[in-house]
């Protein structure tokens, strides 16, 4: 068994029954909590494929928007500068740790011109886009 099957396998035996989950307003111990959810649907079998697809859907979405932000810097190389210059101000080395304060203090990085436009691009929302990244 996985360690996330395991979780979910905790987390149904112990939710009703455990006073750590009482005051937690985390997702699956509401729902194993919930009554009007049917006992049918709280399985272990549900649960976990209910949270893989939520793991997936949140790092499929991420791991798109970094690759359309890749593309466009690397199509762009005054943006591509802009950036390196960025992180290199706060990343001097590929091992200097960066904490993510530093990280939103990077004017660009945190800019519609790099994340939010990224991002729409994903939905495939070009032509509102690609105005702001010439």
């Given at each position: 068994m996985g360690v996330l099957r395991n979780e979910v396998t905790h987390i149904l035996q112990t939710a009703h029954q455990d006073e750590k989950w009482k005051d937690v307003n985390a997702l699956?111990?509401?729902l194993a909590r919930n009554p009007d959810i049917p006992r049918e649907d709280k399985t272990v079998y549900r649960f976990y494929n209910e949270a893989q697809n939520l793991i997936g859907a949140g790092t499929e979405t991420t791991a798109r928007t970094m690759r359309i932000c890749v593309v466009h810097l690397l199509s762009n190389p005054d943006k591509l500068a802009t950036f390196k210059k960025e992180i290199w101000?706060?990343?001097p080395e590929p091992t200097s740790p960066i904490t993510w304060a530093q990280l939103e203090q990077l004017p660009y990085?945190?800019?519609?011109s790099c994340r939010?436009?990224?991002h729409r691009l994903t939905t495939g929302q070009t032509a509102v886009i690609t105005e702001g990244l010439r």
């Open positions: 699956f111990p509401a101000s706060v990343m990085l945190v800019s519609a939010d436009r990224s």
